[in-house]
């Protein structure tokens, strides 16, 4: 079979927000040697780009093919670094295509900002002083229900909106004949000048009282969603004004966070790295008991610490470091405040000693687990779910015996870009080297292994040239980490099987051989990677670590290679640190949902690699054990719908592409029933016949007990770490209506977008109100204006389109959303109710604009406050806005759609067959405005996209308001009241209703 085309990929070179670097970019997925039939189903228009990257699979016919612009137009580069931002030529081209060997392509890219902080956060305090403004008078009327064909002018294209009209609430003039569904009255009021609002940091030495929940409920909760980090009742997160939450939210990291419950004995401890620091000097750890009474003092070089000799018994406890600065006086941080949970007892995290140990004595081959040989594993592997597989797998042994052997070896020299210049011909010439080592890196493993499942010797001869001319590649040439560190990592986890599998077959000088070009791969990432103690989320850091653990396993203890076992030490220790960094404890992800996959991807054979040389079982660990909810609640089983939040949300396919292989190994190793449901609901995962990782024949010998499948009931996930929480109609129907809502504090930072508080509807399956835009590459022209901008999203802008991490602090248009965590949202309270589920975000912190000169942020809002209320039951989604500002406003509410609005009166409509949904407005005066595409157009053909815009029709310091949307446009009374910011619905004629204002929520069922 041949491969998917593969367009080139344009450079993405960026200038990045704190300091800048150039972004590292990611190769195309490469199908390859795939049934006709998984070629119709499988192929997907995954957008793996710059900043990241796609995971690798552990199959060789994985079904993603990478999207990349062609022609001339699309090597349009955003501007390079300015001179006062030190740039860094590590870059790089789209992921490789995903090997059997499950080790080449994890999911990476760098973080957009390279150096430390350079400023400290600004903005300390934000006042509000808004002047006496008019509130609204709105009453509504019946209306009827509109007419899907029903023409509108009002539809523009081009973002060339018709004129704003001034107008009411719906009237009655539509109709006399409906009964009424919304009824809105309250007075006009004055609004009294409110008090200065003032963002932490605020010191907390001790814990604080209990605060006043935000979230006001007037009777029992029925259901609560999924536990949130506090540690306990009585304590209540604070930020301090220390160097901690001081420093750029871009380079800051924090565990165990204020109030984190923890449910490891041994916890880990991770901490920012300030610029002043004297580096020669060694932090101070201490940690104690609430009480006071000290634990432990410890000297540590770098930023961070896990206690895996000493395990904690279940209590309060409180931390603080202290660092030494270049002025040589002490810098304390303030003291965190956290839990060890009573369920915490029994999980260990061991050190990376022990795991070295481990390592270097299990013999070889280490994959193979104690007590199996390769018959006992072929002949479990031969029957039962995994037979297809398997027959797959030693068929597709016999056609790279019969291939024409290694390509990496063949390639001419690699085209590198002139001063940091890409051109079609040195992407294409970086790609082909990424694919290239791919396939040369399946065969080996796939010739290795069967070899020994079918007997036949010639294959592992043949495995045997693969390895030889793997090492012979120049380690410092093209294919070298500053060179192409994706390809690299391919080739050493590569070599670091070859000399476990087939080692003793090989000559001492070729053993030397191997060995000594492995070597010199893996330390020249060794050279870098404390680089993540003040750069967290440099994301090809983060993936290598995964590639280092999984090499250094397999080589730990080998004479050839002395150093390895102390190389293990050291990554093992930075990976248990790092694991979770864009998700935390609760096993949500922070980057974007597609790149949620991409990483996920490199995660199940990690662990599994781990398990069968080291005997160390992560299952219990919560970052792993809980990052399958992840996938469950924001990933439909079993269907293409497009993802929510961040870049590459428009590819459908990452269910099919990674459920069968992937989730299913993971689902073998964490035993439990809605994840064993999850990669079974598409029947033909269960006995599909594709060649999968021999990960999975391997973890057959551990003989663990498969986790009988049962389908999860949770309707409602939260994950407060990452600022993300779903809400289903139903936990497991591919036709389930679900509202997805994002106030993140990862900001609009790599692969995230300027989009808090913002919110994505799905209604029987199909997509309704999206995340507007699409993923050509990383910084293109389009994803750089349209695709992280704020007024392509579900949320508040004001002014003509001005939204969140404006490149400039006084902006009298919309700009380019600056790669950052600084601007930054939160998850402030969240309820459920009867049939209601609540959720609040406060966004004010991503309402600012950054000063190019002195780089400092500036408050371009006062408040910015949304709460989303969905019943799915009633089919109503309400979402309520209030936001104030110092300078008077106009104020917008955006909604993106795939396919078109139409308008009658104040109510518009969005029709995406079978489902349906109306949308109307109440609050102040204003009119809804459609369009249809970009200001900048895609680099890749791409399907149009609709905007609506409720547009304020006058200007003023504070805004409250109400949106409802009707899904199926039903006809449901409803009665709107307005007083003031204070908005009360009540539905159905009945008692049933809800009160929002500012940050609180009541509901009476």
């Known amino acids: ?96 295509p995903a090997s059997a060997l499950g080790s080449n392509g994890a999911a990476s890219g760098p973080n957009a900002q390279a150096l430390a902080a350079k400023t400290l956060d600004t903005n300390t305090k934000i006042a509000a002083t808004p002047n006496p403004a008019a509130a609204a008078t709105k009453t509504a009327e019946p209306i009827p229900a509109i007419n899907a064909a029903a023409p509108t002018a009002a539809v523009t294209s081009k973002l060339v909106p018709a004129t704003p009209t001034p107008s009411a609430a719906p009237t009655a003039t539509t109709t006399a004949a409906v009964a009424p569904r919304i009824v809105a009255t309250g007075p006009s009021q004055v609004l009294p000048n409110l008090p200065p609002l003032i963002a932490p940091p605020t010191p907390a030495p001790t814990p604080p009282a209990p605060s006043v929940v935000n979230a006001v409920v007037t009777s029992p909760i029925k259901a609560t969603i999924s536990p949130t980090p506090a540690a306990a009742a009585n304590c209540t997160a604070a930020l301090q004004s220390d160097f901690v939450d001081t420093i750029s939210w871009t380079y800051r990291r924090l565990l165990p966070a204020d109030c984190q419950a923890v449910n490891v004995s041994t916890p880990v401890f991770v901490w920012p790295q300030p610029e002043n620091r004297d580096r020669n000097k060694p932090w101070s750890f201490v940690l104690k008991k609430a009480s006071g009474e000290a634990v432990l003092t410890r000297s540590t070089p770098i930023p961070r610490i896990y206690l895996h000799d000493l395990p904690l018994s279940a209590g309060a406890y409180q931390w603080q470091v202290t660092f030494i600065d270049s002025l040589g006086k002490p810098q304390s941080s303030g003291w965190r405040r956290f839990n060890i949970t009573p369920q915490a007892s029994g999980v260990l995290l061991p050190s990376g000693a022990v795991v070295a140990t481990k390592a270097a004595q299990k013999p070889s081959p280490r994959l193979i687990p104690v007590g199996s040989t390769y018959a006992s594993l072929g002949k479990l592997a031969s029957s039962g779910e995994y037979a297809a597989a398997y027959m797959e797998y030693n068929a597709q042994a016999a056609r790279e015996f019969s291939s024409a052997g290694p390509s990496l070896n063949k390639l001419p020299r690699s085209i590198q870009p002139v001063n940091g210049q890409y051109t079609t011909a040195s992407v294409a010439s970086i790609r082909a080297l990424q694919d290239a080592a791919s396939a040369d890196a399946s065969a080996l493993e796939i010739l290795a292994i069967s070899s020994n499942f079918t007997g036949k010797s010639a294959y592992e001869q043949a495995a045997i040239a693969r390895l030889l001319a793997l090492a012979a590649v120049p380690t410092r040439g093209d294919s070298s980490e500053a060179n192409a560190d994706q390809a690299n990592r391919i080739i050493y986890v590569a070599l670091a099987k070859g000399l476990d599998y087939l080692g003793p077959k090989l000559s001492p000088v070729e053993r030397v051989t191997v060995a000594d070009a492995l070597k010199d791969r893996i330390s020249q990432v060794i050279a870098n990677i404390n680089s993540l103690d003040g750069v967290p989320y440099d994301s090809h ?116 592409a990674y459920s069968f292989d992937n989730f299913r190994l993971y689902a073998a190793m964490m035993g439990q029933a809605s994840y064993e449901w999850y990669w079974r609901a598409k029947p033909s995962n269960i006995n599909r016949s594709s060649a999968i990782s021999p990960l999975h024949f391997f973890i057959l010998g551990e003989g663990l007990t498969k986790a009988t499948a049962a389908a999860p009931t949770q309707l409602v996930s939260e994950f407060r770490d990452a600022g993300l929480v779903a809400i289903h109609s139903s936990a497991t129907s591919s036709n389930r209506s679900s509202l997805y809502f994002k106030s993140s504090r990862m900001g609009s930072l790599n692969h995230s977008h300027a989009d808090q508080n913002s919110f994505n509807f799905v209604s029987q399956g199909r997509d309704i109100l999206i995340s507007g835009g ?130 009658v009166g104040n109510t518009i409509k969005i029709v995406n067959s079978p489902a349906s949904a109306c949308i109307e407005n109440f609050g102040p005066t204003g009119s809804f405005t459609l369009s249809s595409g970009f200001p900048v157009a895609p680099e890749v053909s791409q399907p149009t996209q609709y905007q609506a815009r409720f547009n304020v029709a006058s200007a003023s310091k504070e805004f409250a308001s109400l949106t409802i949307v009707r899904e199926d446009c039903n006809q449901m009374p409803i009665k709107v009241n307005f007083s003031g910011t204070a908005a009360t619905i009540q539905i159905n004629n009945t008692s049933n209703s809800l009160a929002f204002d500012k940050k609180a929520t009541t509901i009476t069922p």
């Open 774 to 903: 699409y993923y050509p590459y990383f910084a293109s022209p389009h994803h750089l204006a349209v695709t992280r901008a704020t007024r392509f999203k579900n949320a508040l802008t004001f002014d003509g389109g001005i939204g969140q991490a404006e490149p400039t602090n006084d902006p009298v248009k919309p700009g380019n959303p600056v790669f950052s965590s600084d601007p930054r949202g939160e998850l402030i309270s969240s309820q459920t109710l009867g049939d209601w589920t609540t959720v609040t975000g406060d966004a004010t912190l991503a309402y600012r604009g950054k000063n190019p000169t002195s780089q400092a942020w500036s408050p371009l809002l006062s408040a910015s406050v949304r709460t989303v209320s969905y019943n799915s039951k009633a089919k109503l989604l309400l979402i309520y806005d209030w936001a104030t500002s110092a300078t008077a406003r106009k104020w917008e509410l955006n909604f993106n759609a795939p396919t078109e609005f139409t308008k």
């Open 541 to 656: 850091q983060l993936a290598s670590l995964h590639h280092l653990v999984q090499a250094l396993m397999l080589c730990s203890g080998r004479s050839e290679i002395p150093e390895a076992r102390a190389w293990l030490e050291t990554v093992w220790e930075l990976w248990v640190t790092t694991t979770g960094s864009w998700a935390g404890s609760d096993g949500g992800y922070g980057n974007g949902n597609t790149y949620a996959w991409y990483d996920f991807s490199v995660l199940p054979q990690t662990l599994a690699t781990a398990r069968l040389i080291t005997g160390v079982d992560l299952s219990k660990w919560e970052p792993v054990k809980r990052a399958g909810e992840f996938f469950v609640a924001f990933t439909p089983a079993n269907t293409n719908l497009r993802n929510s939040f961040g870049d590459g949300v428009e590819t459908p396919q990452m269910y099919d």
């Open 1 to 96: 079979m041949s491969s998917l085309p593969q367009p080139w990929t344009a450079p993405c070179k960026v200038v990045a927000s704190e300091s800048s670097s150039i972004m590292k970019y990611q190769p195309p997925f490469k199908l390859r040697r795939v049934t006709p039939l998984i070629n119709v189903l499988t192929v997907c228009t995954v957008i793996s780009a710059c900043g990241g990257g796609a995971g690798s699979d552990s199959g060789t016919d994985r079904s993603i093919a990478a999207i990349a612009p062609s022609g001339e137009a699309s090597g349009a580069i955003a501007a390079a670094p300015s001179a006062s931002e030190p740039a860094q030529s590590a870059a790089s081209v789209p992921e490789a």
